[in-house]
């Protein structure tokens, strides 16, 4: 249907006058592209978004979508299931999930096939008997998604595009519809890879108008979703490759490019301390020849191999730099500023005052002494310790 939107786009969709229903499905439904025909006022059809897969007689639930709607480029839910279609949203379980709790789509009802034709084992695998209803056959979908608080059901991806990184359990599609809210963004795809560690990564592929630097689409994820969910690649692309059916092909996405990955120009290290610290990062980030002014993060790094390299860094220099302070300055001529003052730091002399009666104490000295003249029977301030001796006690010089 997109290439029929862009097609009429120079009649003013005049052509289409005579359309009085559309009916999408099999793929969630991206506002950007439809927007140029919402906003025209030769078109009045009714769009209507669909769900359902083959083993439910295609068509499970509905949503009518209003031109407003797509105008105002809003998430579109699959809606509420067809007269006779039962749809439930379970975890592993198979207990039902309340309001706005991501989990497996499953369907009953009369639209609901008998199996596959001979393959008895995997109708035994997806079509089950329901728990909670005796005598009630569901088919599992492999789909997840969350009920809305209007009843509607959000869709939010595949279990098979489910993944774990860093130990977090993410859905790829939650990260795909916020990219797709960033103004100049037509098209996007997030995955799982490996890198070259056999580390798990996430890659975000997108088409857009006009060329965005990976940094401002790095920044625009930072505040909207968690760090572990931002991925480490970006790499747009004029195109998405498609399938035989006309779908995006996950397996078909580029490798990303790690050469042209910072979006500033390679600037060589110069000083001794430069090249060492360029050296960490090349051998945690498994890159070569990084730039002084390269981005940790437009790299592929994260918290963790920021702590990998921050260990490196003080166990070498011996000094106390931490990962909120790699996060703040995540260049090498950053870091390589921080270590610098450390160190003179470090190098600083402590010179000894004169001997005196008594010393000024400090203000949280003042704060516990006024403390303590309000209630000298406290014990808020104790500070109890234990000690283990061995061998014979004196208890003489224990007292003295």
């Known amino acids: 249907f997109y290439p029929l939107v862009d097609y009429n786009e120079e009649s003013d969709y005049s052509r289409l006058t005579s359309l009085k229903h559309v009916f999408l499905g099999g793929e969630s439904i991206n506002c950007k592209k439809l927007k140029p025909m919402a906003e025209s006022a030769n078109f009045t059809s009714e769009i209507v978004n669909t769900y359902g897969p083959t083993e439910c007689t295609d068509i499970a639930s509905f949503y009518r979508i209003s031109n407003q709607e797509i105008i105002q480029q809003k998430t579109i839910p699959i809606g509420k299931p067809l007269n006779n279609v039962e749809l439930y949203i379970v975890n592993q379980e198979m207990d039902l999930l309340p309001i706005g709790i991501t989990g497996e789509i499953c369907i009953a009802g009369v639209g609901l096939s008998q199996g596959y034709y001979n393959a008895p084992v995997l109708t035994k695998e997806k079509f089950v008997e329901f728990p909670h209803i005796p005598g009630k056959k569901v088919y599992k979908t492999g789909d997840m998604a969350r009920w809305m608080p209007d009843g509607n059901i959000e869709f939010i991806g595949r279990i098979d595009n489910l993944t774990k990184i860093r130990g977090f359990r993410i859905e790829v599609g939650e990260i795909e519809n916020c990219l797709l809210k960033h103004q100049d963004v037509e098209e996007a795809v997030v995955v799982a890879m490996e890198d070259t560690l056999g580390t798990k990564e996430l890659s975000a592929y997108f088409v857009a108008n006009g060329d ?61 301390l430069e090249r060492m610290i360029a050296g960490i990062w090349e051998e945690v980030l498994n890159i070569e020849r990084i730039g002084v002014y390269d981005n940790f993060f437009e790299l592929g790094g994260h918290s963790l191999k920021a702590a990998s390299i921050v260990l490196k860094i003080n166990q070498v220099f011996e000094t106390n730099l931490q990962i909120s302070e790699m996060f703040k300055q995540p260049t090498i001529k950053e870091v390589v500023t921080l270590i610098t003052k450390m160190q003179q730091h470090k190098r600083s002399t402590v010179l000894a005052v004169k001997e005196r009666e008594y010393y000024p104490v400090s203000s949280q000295q003042k704060r516990l002494f006024i403390m303590w003249q309000l209630n000298r029977d406290s014990v808020a301030y104790n500070l109890p310790s234990a000690i283990i001796i061995e061998g014979n006690l004196n208890s003489d010089k224990l007292v003295a």
């Open 212 to 272: 965005i630097a990976n940094s401002e689409l790095r920044n625009y994820l930072i505040k909207r979703v968690p760090d572990f969910m931002v991925p480490a690649y970006f790499t747009q692309l004029n195109k998405m490759p498609l399938n035989q059916n006309g779908k995006i092909d996950r397996k078909a996405l580029p490798v990303p490019d790690l050469d042209n990955a910072s979006s500033s120009s390679y600037v060589a290290p110069e000083s001794e």
